[in-house]
C-alpha cells in the first residue's frame, strides 16, 4: 500500500437526514462518493454537493456527492471534498509533471482554469470562496508573487487568486475543502 492510499484508508462521510416522520437519521457513513485521483501525486474525494440559496430540506436521501468528480461547485451552489496531493517522483522531469497536471485539470472540467502556470504547473484559478483545511502533512501554499508553508489545523481562505499547492517532504498532504460559487 502507498503512502496515499493508507492515508486515505479511514477517511469516512457522515450524512444526516430527516426520515418521512422528521425524525433525523443518518443516511450516509462511508466513504468518499466518487473519486478521482492521478496515481500518488493527488486527487479529488468529494463529500456533498448542495445548493447554497433556499430553504434546505433535510427529507432527501439522495447522495449528493456523487457523480464524476469535477474541480468547481456548480452555479449557486457548495461542494466540500477532501483532496490530495503528492510529492513529486523524485528524479521525474518537470515536462512530465507538467504534462500529468494538464491532463489531470483537463479531466476535472478545469481545462480552461490555469490561466498561467509559468511559477508552477499546478497554477491554477476558480471563481468560488473556498475554506482550505489542511489535515496532514506539509505544503506550500504558491501565489503570483509570494509563497507560504502551511502546516495541520492551517486554514487558507482562497478568493479567486491564482494559486497551487506543493508538497514540502516526502509526505502526501491531505485536505478538507469548502467551495462556495460566487458567479
Known amino acids: 500500500m502507498s503512502k496515499m492510499e493508507d492515508m486515505l484508508s479511514g477517511l469516512r462521510r457522515i450524512v444526516t437526514a430527516d426520515n418521512a416522520a422528521g425524525k433525523s437519521h443518518i443516511m450516509i457513513d462511508g466513504g468518499p462518493a466518487a473519486e478521482f485521483r492521478t496515481g500518488d501525486l493527488g486527487g479529488l474525494l468529494e463529500i ?18 456523487a457523480g464524476k468528480p469535477v474541480l468547481s461547485p456548480d452555479k449557486g451552489k457548495v461542494k466540500i471534498r477532501w483532496f490530495t ?7 521525474a522531469p518537470p515536462e512530465m509533471i507538467a504534462e500529468l497536471t494538464r491532463k489531470a485539470f483537463i479531466e476535472i472540467g ?12 499546478a497554477m491554477h484559478t476558480t471563481h468560488t470562496l ?19 508553508v502551511i502546516g495541520p489545523g492551517d486554514v487558507v481562505i482562497q478568493r479567486a487568486t491564482n494559486h497551487a499547492w506543493a508538497v514540502e517532504g516526502d509526505e502526501p498532504a491531505l485536505f478538507v475543502a469548502v467551495l ?4
Open 110 to 121: 478545469a481545462g480552461d482554469h490555469q490561466p498561467d502556470t509559468s511559477k508552477h504547473p
Open 130 to 148: 473556498d475554506a482550505i483545511i489542511l489535515v496532514k502533512g506539509r505544503v506550500r501554499l504558491i501565489l503570483d508573487q509570494e509563497e507560504t
Open 180 to 183: 462556495v460559487d460566487r458567479s
Open 85 to 91: 496531493a503528492g510529492p513529486s517522483p523524485e528524479g
Open 48 to 65: 456533498w454537493h448542495d445548493d447554497v440559496s433556499g430553504p434546505l430540506d433535510p427529507k432527501p436521501c439522495e447522495d449528493k456527492g
